[in-house]
T-cell receptor, first 110, second 112 residues
């Protein structure tokens, strides 16, 4: 069983569209995260949720809206997509100590 | 969290030990040293972490100097599949809410 799963794995869309990326973890962890890895390969945290409550918001544009229906899910909705949003988005979860990451969603905005 | 300094790249021969250094001279007493790696096109993977004692698991060993200002990750018998970017991160273990901040890491290339 995959511990942290993201869907879709690849997403190609036009500028201005709205899209969502889903993340689910079956580890029973309390905290989930979204990270963005740009073309220069820097990994930056975007959001953190603990038990469905927003804990960290790293000055991400409000076009990005995370939603956590329960502590096993953290979805990322992006409005009005821009070219600069093209990146790989990683979901992760943690309880204490180490993080477990998903395999990433490669978003390409054309 | 304290900042870390790692060499941008290293090479290692297959079957040899890979020793990846990390400097964290401003580390605080309650900060742990974590190591993650990212194999191309995959999500980061936890390797090992420690506070002051040396640690070993099935993947690697972590050697932390007595003054805790630097550490070395050791992959005892590197394989081609160990080629990846290795990240050294120091952070306080305040439970699950504290974020993990990635630097540039070290690109380890294992050569046949």
């Amino acid at each position: 069983d995959t511990a942290v799963s993201q869907t879709p794995k690849y997403l190609v869309t036009q500028m201005g569209n709205d899209k969502s990326i889903k993340c689910e973890q079956n580890l029973g962890h309390d905290t989930m995260y979204w990270y963005k890895q740009d073309s220069k390969k820097f990994l930056k945290i975007m959001f953190s949720y603990n038990n469905k409550e927003l804990i960290i918001n790293e000055t991400v544009p409000n076009r990005f809206s995370p939603k956590s229906p329960d502590k096993a899910h953290l979805n990322l909705h992006i409005n009005s997509l821009e070219l600069g949003d093209s990146a790989v988005y990683f979901c992760a979860s943690s309880h204490s100590g180490g993080y477990t990451f998903g395999s990433g969603t490669r978003l390409t905005v054309v | 969290d304290a900042k870390t300094t790692q060499p941008p790249s290293m090479d290692c021969a297959e079957g040899r030990a890979a020793n990846l250094p990390c400097n964290h001279s401003t580390i605080s007493g309650n900060e742990y040293v974590y190591w993650y790696r990212q194999i191309h096109s995959q999500g980061p993977q936890y390797i090992i972490h420690g506070l002051k004692n040396n640690e070993t698991n099935e993947m690697a060993s972590l050697i932390i100097t007595e003054d805790r200002k630097s550490s070395t990750l050791i992959l005892p018998h590197a394989t081609l599949r160990d080629t990846a970017v290795y990240y050294c991160i120091v952070r306080v273990d305040r439970g699950s809410n504290y974020k993990l901040t990635f630097g540039k890491g070290t690109l380890l290339t294992v050569n046949p």
